[in-house]
């Protein structure tokens, strides 16, 4: 249970094992603001936890916390882009959910294990797979969707179910830079345009984000009033960006995940997550 206890000008979070203190009115909007551009960002490419999570922890949250709080905004943000594809007529069901379950099983042990991973190490080896990322996008053969069918039944199911129990217990466990390792596997392995890849993303991520988000609710790991507040920004980017991203096609967003990649990667190598 939370407390709130108003002092003056600051408002006090309790629970039972840290507190989260909102000392300036300019809080309030900046989880807005930072919401919105995060979920437009992680609609479109992905990544874009690795600016939340800092905010969160700026503002006073626990790493750990942060974490948990984090998937609030998550599960909001993906449930709304998932409808926003579905109104463009953009739907890969019941392929996402397939994925999404065997994600959610993988998430479920990733977030029992979660703990601080802000080492400098970690950041180091996951800024190099990002810069491995935008080569393969850069330099791998551009794929003729004209003339492939996509590949979401029979054995290349059975791999993507395998293969996301494995990608779901990393998102469990941070989440951040998943939607690149989405992305790559989708539009490479499953022959998917990266329209269809973004609403099937965004979709699987809601379901696998859903038993991550419980794990750390129970125990105690989520401040929800701030989890709330930085959804709503998430929410609304995630409706614009899955419009925009309809509505531009493959060409906008392979840039936009390029450039997403190369500054997530930078900000992993020189700075602190």
């Known amino acids: 249970m939370f407390i709130i206890i108003f002092r003056s000008k600051r408002v006090l979070f309790f629970s039972r094992s840290y507190f989260c203190e909102m000392e300036e009115w300019y809080h309030y909007p900046l989880l807005i603001v930072v919401g919105f551009v995060v979920g437009f960002i992680n609609t479109i490419?992905?990544?874009?936890?690795?600016?939340?999570?800092?905010v969160l922890i700026f503002l006073g949250l626990p790493p750990s916390v942060a974490n948990g709080t984090n998937r609030v905004a998550i599960v909001f943000q993906t449930a709304i882009a998932t409808a926003g594809f579905k109104s463009k007529g953009v739907s890969t069901f019941p392929f996402n959910i397939y994925l999404g379950i065997s994600a959610l099983i993988g998430a479920i042990l990733g977030a029992q294990l979660a703990v601080d991973i802000k080492g400098e190490t970690f950041n180091r080896?996951?800024?190099?797979?990002?810069?491995?990322?935008?080569?393969?996008?850069?330099?791998?053969?551009?794929?003729?969707?004209?003339?492939?069918?996509?590949?979401?039944?029979?054995?290349?199911?059975?791999?993507?179910?395998?293969?996301?129990?494995?990608?779901?217990?990393?998102?469990?466990?941070?989440?951040?830079g998943i939607g690149f390792i989405i992305i790559l596997f989708?539009?490479?392995?499953?022959?998917?345009?990266?329209?269809?890849?973004?609403?099937?993303?965004?979709?699987?991520?809601?379901?696998?984000?859903?038993?991550?988000?419980?794990?750390?609710?129970?125990?105690?790991?989520?401040?929800?009033?701030?989890?709330?507040?930085?959804?709503?920004?998430?929410?609304?980017?995630?409706?614009?960006?899955?419009?925009?991203?309809?509505?531009?096609?493959?060409?906008?967003i392979k840039t936009f995940l390029v450039v997403m990649v190369v500054i997530m990667a930078i900000k992993l190598w020189f700075f602190d997550l």
């Open 125 to 176: 080896i996951l800024a190099i797979i990002m810069i491995v990322v935008v080569m393969i996008i850069v330099f791998k053969p551009r794929i003729n969707l004209t003339d492939l069918q996509e590949r979401t039944t029979g054995k290349y199911l059975w791999l993507s179910i395998l293969a996301f129990f494995f990608i779901g217990i990393y998102g469990g466990f941070i989440n951040a």
């Open 45 to 54: 490419a992905g990544g874009a936890s690795l600016i939340s999570l800092p």
């Open 186 to 252: 989708l539009h490479y392995f499953n022959r998917m345009n990266l329209v269809r890849v973004n609403a099937t993303k965004v979709a699987l991520v809601f379901v696998y984000t859903l038993s991550a988000l419980i794990v750390f609710a129970l125990n105690d790991k989520v401040n929800w009033q701030v989890g709330v507040i930085l959804a709503l920004g998430n929410g609304l980017g995630a409706w614009l960006s899955s419009r925009v991203s309809v509505k531009k096609g493959d060409g906008f």
